[in-house]
C-alpha cells in the first residue's frame, strides 16, 4: 500500500517536473496580453520576432507583419523579407520567410544585398498582395536607392520578385515651378551653405536625378478609401520626402508625384488618416542613431502639408524614445486606434533591435505620442470622443 502511495506521488512529481521544463523551454507559446515597448518580443517559437523596419498587412481577420531579418554581425540581407501573423496583435506566429533572398550572385536580390522596409498592400481588384521594399545592391552601400517590387496570391507569400528601380525617370513633381526646370543639374555652392540649401528647395536634385529616376531609401504604401495607393519615400540624397502614385495594380509608378518638405531631410515616413486628414510621421536624418521625430498634415495626399513638430511627449520625446518611425498600424474594428511603430535599431547586434509600439493619439488636431512601459489595446476604448 505504502509502495503503491508513494509510486503515485513520485510519478505526478515527475509529470509536474516535464511540465515546467517544457513551458520554460519555450515549448508552450508565451501569451503576451499586453504590448512592452523596448522588451524582448517573443515569436510563437520563443524567438524574438526578427522582422525590423516592419510594416503591417491586415486581411480577412488576421494582421501579417512584416520586416527585415537581420543577423547578429551585419544589416544585409542573408534571409530575406519574414512575415509573422498574429490575431490579437500581442502574439505573433513565425511565417515563411516571405521573400528569400536569392542564392543567384547576379539577382538584385542576392544574399548581401540591402532589403530594408518591406510594406505590403492588397490589390482588390487583381487580388494579389503586393509588396514594396527599400532595396540597395550588394556591395555598393546606400549608392544604389532603388524600390523593388514583388507580389504573391497569399498575403504570407511566397513573394515573387519582379524588379527594382529608381521611380519617376522624366518626370517632374506636381508641385515643381516652372523656372525651375531649366536651370542646371548642379551647382558651385558648397553641400549645407544657405545658397546649396535654397538650390536644394528649388530643384537641384530632382533635376539631376530626372532622366535616371529618382532616389527611394527609406519608405512606407498607403492605400486611399478610394484604392489608390501611394508610396512614400526619402529621396534626393534624403533631403526630400517624395509622394508617388502607384498604377491600379499597385505594380509600378503613374509618374504622378509631389515633394515634400524640400530639403527638410526627413526619414522613415509613416502615414495614417483619420476623418479625413492625413498624418505622416517622420524622423530626422542620423544613421541609425535615433533623433526627434516630426510630423506633418494634409487634407489631400498632394499636400499642402503643414508641419506640425516632434509629435513625441515627455521623457526622452527629443529622440522619440530611441526609436524611429516604420509605420502606423490603423487596429482593426476600434474607432480612431492607431498604433506608431518605431524600431529601436542595435547596429552592433542588429538581431536584438527593438520594437517600440505606442498609441497615437491625436490632440488639438495634431498627433501625440507618449510613452507607457506596457499598454493594451483596451487604452483606445478609452478615448474621450
Ligand atoms: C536610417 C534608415 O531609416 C534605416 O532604415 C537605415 O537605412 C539606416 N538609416 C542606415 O544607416
Known amino acids: 500500500m505504502l509502495k503503491k502511495f508513494f509510486n503515485h506521488k513520485a510519478y505526478t512529481y515527475v509529470i509536474l517536473m516535464m511540465t515546467f521544463v517544457l513551458s520554460y523551454e519555450g515549448f508552450s507559446q508565451t501569451k503576451y496580453k499586453a504590448f512592452h515597448p523596448g522588451e524582448l518580443w517573443l515569436d510563437d517559437q520563443g524567438d524574438h520576432i526578427n522582422a525590423h523596419g516592419g510594416g503591417i498587412l491586415y486581411h480577412k481577420g488576421t494582421y501579417y507583419w512584416f520586416g527585415e531579418n537581420k543577423g547578429k554581425d551585419s544589416n544585409n540581407a542573408f534571409v530575406g523579407i519574414m512575415c509573422y501573423s498574429s490575431k490579437d496583435l500581442y502574439n505573433w506566429k513565425r511565417e515563411a520567410v516571405a521573400l528569400p533572398v536569392s542564392t543567384d550572385p547576379d ?61 519617376n525617370a522624366g518626370q517632374w513633381p506636381e508641385n515643381f515651378q516652372e523656372e525651375w526646370k531649366d536651370r542646371p543639374a548642379t551647382t558651385e555652392a558648397d553641400w549645407w551653405t544657405e545658397p546649396w540649401r535654397k538650390e536644394v528647395k528649388e530643384g537641384l536634385f530632382v533635376r539631376r536625378d530626372f532622366e535616371k529616376g529618382q532616389m527611394s531609401r527609406d519608405m512606407t504604401l498607403f492605400v486611399d478609401d478610394d484604392g489608390k495607393a501611394y508610396h512614400i519615400h526619402s529621396a534626393e540624397e534624403n533631403l526630400t520626402l517624395h509622394i508617388s502614385e502607384l498604377s491600379d495594380d499597385y505594380l509600378s509608378f503613374t509618374g504622378r ?49 503643414e508641419y506640425l513638430g516632434n509629435p513625441a511627449q515627455g521623457e526622452h520625446a527629443n529622440l522619440t524614445f530611441y526609436s524611429q518611425s516604420t509605420y502606423i498600424l490603423p487596429v482593426h474594428g476600434k474607432k480612431n486606434a492607431y498604433i506608431y511603430m518605431g524600431d529601436r535599431w542595435r547596429p552592433k547586434d542588429p538581431i536584438d533591435g527593438r520594437y517600440i509600439w505606442l498609441p497615437v493619439f491625436l490632440e488639438h488636431d495634431k498627433p501625440v505620442i507618449k510613452w507607457f512601459d506596457e499598454w493594451d489595446l483596451s487604452i483606445f476604448d478609452q478615448q474621450m470622443h
Not at 550588394?138 to 515573387?160: C, L, N
Request: glycine fraction near 10%; include cysteine.
Open 107 to 167: 539577382s538584385e536580390i542576392t544574399a548581401g544585398s540591402i532589403m530594408e522596409r518591406p510594406k505590403v498592400i492588397y490589390n482588390k481588384k487583381t487580388k494579389k498582395f503586393v509588396m514594396w521594399f527599400h532595396l540597395e545592391l550588394k556591395g555598393q552601400g546606400y549608392a544604389a536607392a532603388r524600390t523593388g517590387v514583388a507580389v504573391s496570391d497569399k498575403p504570407g507569400g511566397p513573394y515573387e520578385y519582379k524588379k527594382s528601380y529608381r521611380p
Open 257 to 305: 508625384y509631389i515633394t515634400l518638405a524640400p530639403g527638410g531631410h526627413n526619414e522613415a515616413p509613416a502615414i495614417f488618416k483619420q476623418d479625413g486628414v492625413y498624418y505622416l510621421i517622420t524622423s530626422g536624418c542620423t544613421g541609425w542613431d535615433p533623433n526627434a521625430a516630426r510630423s506633418f498634415k494634409s487634407n489631400s495626399m498632394w499636400g499642402p502639408w
